[in-house]
């Protein structure tokens, strides 16, 4: 069974940042295609950035240019940074499989972006 865990969020304020990390309890990153979504309050949970096998990436157009997902193979883990983060970034930051896996949803980790 393969657990993801997700860890970095926090209350930033706008225009700060913050990177994210999503660890794998086995080495699974190496053919998967793996993604971080989002979700809001009262809204439901959204793709906010992919990358492949083979690094390539793709954004949602509300993050492209400040958001970043980068993935490390050997640490079994992939990464988030999120730059001049907005108010509508508050929401529950979580990693799967691109697409996602029902099974391997985790607890995800929360950002707040907030004076």
């Known amino acids: 069974q393969v657990q993801l865990v997700e860890s970095g969020g926090g209350l930033v304020q706008p225009g700060g940042s913050l990177r994210l990390s999503c660890a794998a309890t086995?080495?699974?990153?190496?053919?998967?295609?793996m993604a971080w979504y989002r979700q809001a309050p009262g809204k439901q949970r959204d793709l906010v950035a992919s990358?492949?096998?083979?690094?390539?990436?793709n954004y949602v157009d509300s993050v492209e240019g400040r958001f970043t997902i980068s993935r490390d193979n050997a640490k079994n883990t992939v990464y988030l940074q999120m730059n001049s983060l907005k108010n509508e970034g508050t929401a529950v930051y979580y990693c799967?499989?691109?697409?996602?896996?029902?099974?391997?949803w985790g607890q995800g980790t929360q950002v707040t972006v907030s004076t």
């Open positions: 990358i492949l096998s083979g690094g390539s990436t």
């Open positions: 799967n499989k691109y697409p996602p896996i029902r099974a391997y």
């Open positions: 086995r080495s699974i990153f190496n053919n998967y295609n």
